[in-house]
C-alpha cells in the first residue's frame, strides 16, 4: 500500500483542500496528535493483513485506548466512521498519514554516530514511514569517514551544506551530553526546526523550534517505581527508587548512567586538547566539541 494516496476502493472521498490545511489551524489538541501514529502503527498492521474495516472497540485495544478516546480523537480529522461497519482501513491509514505530514517525504540529519547513532542510521522503520537518513554527521576524526547504513560519515562542517541543499529540517542528536547542545546550536542557526534529542540533557531552543526528548534512563526509572508499587513496597527515607528496583533495571540504569559520565570525560578532555576557533555557526566557546560515540 502506498502512504500518501487516497485508496481507490474507498467510497469516502479525500478532503484536498484539508490537506493542506495545518494540525494547529484546525485545532487538533497535542494529546490527539501524540495519539495519532499509535492509531497508525495499529491500522497499517490490519492493512498488511487486508482487513478492509475495522471497529472503534477493535482499533482502541490495537492502540492502547479506550473506544471513547478513539472516536473523539478522530472526530478531529472529521472521521465519524459507519455505525454498524466500522471505520475504512485504507481511508484512514490515509488520513492519518495526511494529518501527519507522512504524504511527503522529510530528510532527516542524524548528529552524533556511536553505537545509537549506527542503530538509528540501519533502523529500517524511517523509509516506510516517510523519513529518509539524508546524512550522517560527527566531529569525531576517528569516526567521520567511516559508514553506517551505506551512508558515509560526513564531519560537521558540512551540517550547513546539507541541511541547504536537502532542505533538512529534522535533526536527531546522539550525542552525549556535553556536545548536545552546541550542537542544537548549530542545528537551529542551520535552519532546522523540529529535533529529536536521546542526549541525557535538556536542550534551549529559540520559538519556533520544536523538541523532542528521548531519555532512556528516565523511562527506566519509571518502570522501576511501577516495579516496586507492584511489589507493595515502600523505598526507605533517604533511598531512591532504583533502589529498590529489580536487579536488571538498576543494571541497566547504572550502564546508562556510567556511559554518559565516560562519554562526558571524553568530551571535554578533547575539547581541552583542541585549539580554539571562532567562526559563523559556531558556539559561544568557538569550535564544536568532538561528538564521541553516545
Not at 474507498?10 to 484546525?26: E, I, K, L, N
Not at 480523537?73 to 492519518?96: A, W
Not at 528521548?214 to 531512591?240: C, N, T
Request: net charge negative.
Amino acid at each position: 500500500m502506498a502512504i500518501g494516496r487516497s485508496p481507490q476502493s474507498s467510497s469516502q472521498t479525500p478532503d484536498q483542500g484539508a490537506a493542506r490545511r495545518p494540525s494547529r489551524a484546525r485545532g487538533i489538541p497535542e494529546a490527539t496528535v501524540a495519539r495519532l501514529p499509535l492509531y497508525l502503527r495499529a491500522l497499517t498492521a490490519l492493512s498488511e493483513r487486508s482487513v478492509p474495516t475495522v471497529s472503534s472497540e477493535e482499533l482502541a485495544a490495537a492502540a492502547g485506548v479506550n473506544s471513547a478516546k478513539l472516536r473523539k480523537d478522530f472526530s478531529y480529522l472529521g472521521s465519524y466512521g459507519t455505525r454498524g461497519v466500522g471505520y475504512d482501513v485504507e481511508y484512514l491509514v490515509y488520513q492519518i498519514s495526511r494529518e501527519l505530514g507522512l504524504t511527503q517525504d522529510w530528510p532527516v540529519v542524524i548528529v552524533g554516530i556511536g553505537n545509537l547513532g549506527h542503530a538509528l542510521a540501519n533502523y529500517g522503520g524511517f523509509a516506510s514511514r516517510g523519513f529518509r537518513v539524508a546524512a550522517l554527521l560527527d566531529a569525531d576524526p576517528a569516526v567521520v569517514g567511516s559508514s553506517a547504513a551505506g551512508l558515509p560519515v560526513r564531519h560537521m562542517d558540512e551540517l550547513e551544506e546539507i541541511v541547504e541543499t536537502q532542505a533538512v529540517s529534522i535533526g536527531v542528536i546522539t550525542t552525549p551530553p556535553g556536545a548536545a547542545q552546541q550542537v542544537c546550536d548549530r542545528l537551529v542557526e542551520a535552519g532546522v526546526t523540529s529535533i529529536l534529542n536521546f542526549a541525557p540533557t535538556v536542550l534551549t531552543v529559540p520559538d519556533g523550534v520544536d523538541v523532542r526528548k528521548v531519555d532512556l534512563s528516565i523511562e527506566l526509572q519509571i518502570l522501576a517505581f511501577h516495579e516496586q508499587r507492584k511489589a507493595g513496597e515502600e523505598p526507605d527515607r533517604g533511598e531512591s527508587v532504583l533502589d529498590r528496583a529489580p536487579g536488571p533495571v538498576r543494571a541497566a540504569a547504572a550502564k546508562l548512567r556510567r556511559a554518559a559520565g565516560a562519554s562526558a570525560k571524553r568530551t571535554d578532555a578533547k575539547a581541552e586538547a583542541e585549539p580554539v576557533k571562532g567562526g559563523p555557526g559556531q558556539g559561544p566557546e568557538g569550535d564544536l566539541s568532538a561528538v564521541m560515540p553516545a
